[in-house]
C-alpha cells in the first residue's frame, strides 16, 4: 500500500534540495516556492556585495575614510640615530670612557652602539633637543668635525621653527648663563627651586659652572605655568639686584624686536636627511 506523504515532508523536501550542490541545488531551485532562498546562500549574497562595495572604494554611509598618516620622527631623535650611524668602535670606547661620572658602570657595561649611550643620557635627562652642550663636547672631543655641522644644522632649524617667545626665553637663558656666574643659587631661590634641586645640580654637574646654572633654569622651567616666562625672569633677576643682567636680557629683547619688524631675520627648514647627514664621512666599524 502506498504511503501518503506528511504536509512536513513535502515543505522540507526543497529546503534539502537546496542544501546538496551541483544539479540538486538547480532542482531544487525548480521545485522550491517563488522566493524561498536560504539563509545561507542571502547571507552569501550580502557579504559579496559588501565585499564589492569595499573594493570599489564605497561603503554603505558615503565613501571610505583614508588612514591616518603615521606621525613624523623627532628630528632630534633622528639625529642622534645618524651620529650614532658616523661613530666607530674606537670612538664609542672613548665616548663611554668620558661619560663614566655621568653613567653607571652596569649601564656602561651594556652600551654597545651609539644609541645605546645616547637612550641612557636621555633617560638620565643629561639630553634632550633643548639641552644639546653634553653632547657638543662628546662630538668636540672626537674632533667630528662632520657630526658637529650636524649638530650645528639642526640647531639651527630648531631655533628658526622656534616661537618668539620661546627664541627670547632661550636668548634670555644663554645671557643668564654667561653672567650671572656664581649667584645661580641665589636666583634659582628666588625662582623657587628647591635646595634638594639645587643640591642635586651641584652633584650633577659638580665642576662646571655654566651647566649648573642652565640646569637650574631647566628645572625652573618645567614648573613654571604663571604666565609669560621672561618677565618672571626679570623680575627674579631685580629682586636679586642683578639688574645689569636684567638690563642685557631687555636689550637683546629689543634688538630681536626691531629684527623681526625690519624683517632681517632668516628661517630655515629642521627637516632633516639622513640620507645627506650620512653621506658626509663613510666609518668603518660602525656600530647600529
Not at 522540507?12 to 522550491?32: D, I, Q, V
Not at 522566493?35 to 550580502?46: I, L, P, S
Not at 564605497?58 to 632630534?76: I, N
Not at 651609539?114 to 643620557?121: E, P, R, S
Request: charged content about 25%; some cysteine.
Amino acid at each position: 500500500m502506498r504511503r501518503c506523504r506528511s504536509s512536513r515532508e513535502i515543505s522540507e523536501k526543497p529546503a534539502l534540495a537546496w542544501t546538496s550542490g551541483g544539479r540538486a541545488s538547480g532542482a531544487g531551485r525548480l521545485r522550491g516556492k517563488p522566493g524561498a532562498v536560504g539563509t545561507a546562500g542571502a547571507a552569501g549574497a550580502c557579504g559579496a556585495a559588501e565585499r564589492a562595495a569595499g573594493r570599489s572604494g564605497t561603503l554603505r554611509g558615503g565613501p571610505s575614510r583614508a588612514p591616518p598618516r603615521p606621525a613624523a620622527m623627532d628630528p632630534f631623535l633622528v639625529l642622534l640615530h645618524s651620529l650614532s650611524a658616523s661613530l666607530s668602535t674606537s670612538e664609542l670606547t672613548e665616548l663611554k670612557f668620558l661619560c663614566q661620572g655621568r653613567v653607571s658602570k652596569k649601564k656602561l657595561e651594556r652600551v654597545q652602539y651609539g644609541v645605546d649611550l645616547f637612550t641612557v643620557l636621555l633617560e638620565q635627562n643629561e639630553l634632550d633637543r633643548e639641552h644639546t652642550g653634553l653632547l657638543r663636547e662628546m662630538l668636540a672631543s672626537l674632533r667630528r668635525q662632520d657630526l658637529l655641522g650636524r649638530l650645528d644644522h639642526f640647531e639651527a632649524g630648531a631655533a628658526a621653527e622656534a616661537s618668539p617667545e620661546e627664541r627670547d626665553l632661550h636668548a634670555a637663558f644663554d645671557i643668564i648663563c654667561d653672567h650671572v656666574g656664581k649667584d645661580w643659587r641665589r636666583l634659582a631661590r628666588q625662582l623657587r627651586v628647591s635646595d634638594a634641586k639645587i643640591d642635586a645640580i651641584e652633584e650633577r654637574y659638580p665642576r662646571n659652572l655654566t651647566e649648573q646654572v642652565r640646569e637650574s633654569l631647566r628645572v625652573w622651567k618645567s614648573s613654571h605655568k604663571e604666565g609669560p616666562p621672561v618677565p618672571h625672569l626679570l623680575r627674579a633677576l631685580r629682586a636679586c639686584r642683578l639688574n645689569l643682567v636684567a638690563d642685557l636680557i631687555e636689550d637683546e629683547q629689543q634688538a630681536r624686536a626691531l629684527d623681526s619688524q625690519s624683517g632681517g631675520g632668516t628661517s630655515s627648514s629642521s627637516t632633516v636627511s639622513l640620507t645627506s647627514w650620512n653621506s658626509d664621512r663613510p666609518s668603518s666599524g660602525v656600530p647600529w
